[in-house]
């Protein structure tokens, strides 16, 4: 549907529809593990945004009867980019 959708309260990296399912799905990328992992960066403050800005997506879109779900991509990455691990978080408020 989109991607990279950027409103005042908030970006949403991917926005993906499937039957009546709406995901808003956030990507975070490390290289490494030293200051964390990528899911990590996605606390209290980073859900309510993603929470505002895909209420104002579908108030925008008029898209009603959806089941919603908030979700992460986590991709850790070697120094050398290569890929060394992908997660998946599925529906991060509930």
Known sequence: MDKNYRTRFG????????DQ??????????????????????????IKHMQRASQYYLLQKKLKNYKLSL?????????????????FYENITS
């Open 11 to 18: 970006e949403i990296d991917i926005i993906v529809q499937k």
């Open 21 to 46: 399912q709406i995901r808003f799905v956030e990507v975070k990328t490390r290289i490494g593990t030293d200051k964390g992992m990528p899911y990590e960066a996605v606390n209290f403050y980073k």
């Open 71 to 87: 979700d992460v991509i986590s991709v850790v990455l070697k120094q050398d980019l290569i890929v060394e691990k992908i997660d």
